[in-house]
């Protein structure tokens, strides 16, 4: 897996500042984001209380686009559901399998045995691809043989606020593997543009201090309802 940030909003905390001002204020906007770069502490303290007060909606005017290659069709299946963003992958149509490589889970490569197995399985599924299209069958029609495993290349574009959603449920011990292993590199990338933002930001039980999985809670952290138990057992 290969993960890179291609792109960013640029003058990110003066943006963010900016746009949650101008709620707040009777200048213009342009008014507004002249003097933003002024005094870029202030701007990292108002950052902080906004996500404090849980105002997030100036962090969609911040997008990220990132360059994933090397992930299996398993793992993009899942990071398209989260809807408020726009993607761009690799056709399985237009573009020949036999170059495909695939993914060997982490519980598969442990074993010599099932890893053996588990390799000459694609190995064959690749090898039937290759014949079909051989056969004059259209790439189109042939992928239908390959697996979940198959890797694939994927560009993302997020805000974000979503970016803080996607980190909240896929960095999450309770995540698949694969996609937990993506959002924890993704992490790692903004952190490094903007720690004012990315600081604290992760699983749901990083930004919240709670779990909310209930009784399906890896029991790193307290849930919801072990909270408000105590928080009866006080009144008693």
Known sequence: MQVTV???????ESLL????????SP??????????????EKNREFIQRLRDMGHESPL??????????????????????HRVASYSQQSQRYVNG?????????????????????????DNAKTMYEALVANGIPEEDARYILPNATT??????????????????????????????????MLALCKKISPTLFTGCGAFCDQKGYCKEGAMS?????????????EEDSYV
């Open 6 to 12: 291609l792109s960013h909003t640029k003058d990110i």
């Open 17 to 24: 500042a900016a746009a949650a001002r101008t709620c707040y």
């Open 27 to 40: 200048k213009t906007t342009a008014e507004i984001y002249e003097t933003m770069n002024e005094n870029p």
């Open 60 to 81: 969609e005017h911040v997008s990220f686009t990132f360059g994933i290659d090397g992930v299996s069709r398993a793992l993009t299946h899942q990071l398209v559901r």
């Open 98 to 122: 036999k170059h495909f490589g695939y993914v060997i889970p982490h519980t598969v490569e442990a074993d010599e045995n099932t890893n053996k197995f588990y390799k000459q399985y694609l």
């Open 152 to 185: 694939t290349n994927i560009v993302v574009t997020m805000n974000v606020r979503e970016l803080f959603h996607f980190f909240s449920v896929r960095c999450c011990n309770r995540a698949q593997w694969e996609i937990r292993e993506l959002a924890w590199k």
């Open 218 to 230: 890896c029991g790193r952290c307290q849930t919801l309802e072990s909270l408000f138990s105590k």
